[in-house]
């Protein structure tokens, strides 16, 4: 399967701010996806970021506070922008290398909003 | 849109004990996975299931897709304490991202 690497793995950051996501993949993908995992909660699908053109962004979730990168078929970023307490998550990019090919996950970004 | 329901919840077993939790869609499903995500770590895909009636083995672990391809459930036989985490299905339709149920949280005492 595709080697995922995201960073950072983890942060700490000021209301107020903003932190950029990046997901790398050792190959081209075809999908590439980003979702929040909550404490103790599921994951929840922030959007499908699509090469080349703007994300598909789940309800709930708008490209203002969320805008998603894709330039190529192997990166990603993903921007928490405004930050508050409660954007503290784990931050999950992940990838699908062709349709009908399961989903696998990057480490993740452990987020925490002072 | 597919949403998928998992229960238990919570589940404590013994060392050796069986383990089974269950997911159910009120609509027919393309495929179910199921992710295992131990505390700390990110979910790990162990397995997918597309056909009707489908079953599956991986050592001690059993999933079984319905017939209907509205429920499916994984078992787990003799637990250990390596078993330990979060077990999630999602599922998905083709080009689509995955939805995941709330999972099942396992705990295992030896």
């Known amino acids: 399967s595709a080697v995922i690497s995201q960073k950072p793995s983890r942060d700490i950051c000021q209301r107020g701010t903003s932190l950029t996501i990046q997901c790398q993949v050792d190959s081209q993908v075809t999908m590439m996806f980003w979702y929040r995992q909550q404490p103790g909660q599921s994951l929840t699908l922030i959007a499908t970021?699509?090469?080349?053109?703007?994300?598909?962004?789940e309800s709930g979730f708008v490209i203002d506070k969320f805008p998603i990168s894709r330039p190529n078929l192997t990166f990603s970023t993903l921007t928490v922008s405004n930050m508050s307490p409660e954007d503290s998550s784990i931050y999950l990019c992940?990838?699908?290398?062709?349709?009908?090919?399961?989903?696998?996950f990057g480490d993740g970004t452990r987020l925490s909003i002072l | 849109g597919q949403q998928v329901m998992q229960i238990p919840q919570y589940q404590h077993v013994q060392e050796g004990e069986d383990f089974t939790t269950y997911c159910n869609s009120s609509t027919t499903l393309s495929n179910i996975q199921w992710y295992k995500q131990r505390p700390g770590g990110h979910p790990v895909f162990l397995i997918q299931l597309v056909k009707s009636g489908e079953v599956k083995k991986q050592k001690r672990l059993t999933f079984q897709f319905g017939e209907a391809k509205k429920n499916s459930s994984l078992h787990i036989t003799a637990t250990q304490t390596t078993d330990v985490g979060t077990y999630f299905c999602a599922s998905n339709q083709a080009g689509t991202a995955l939805i995941f149920g709330k999972g099942t949280t396992l705990s295992v005492s030896s």
């Open positions: 992940s990838v699908a290398p062709g349709l009908n090919q399961p989903q696998h």
């Open positions: 970021a699509n090469q080349g053109s703007e994300a598909t962004y």
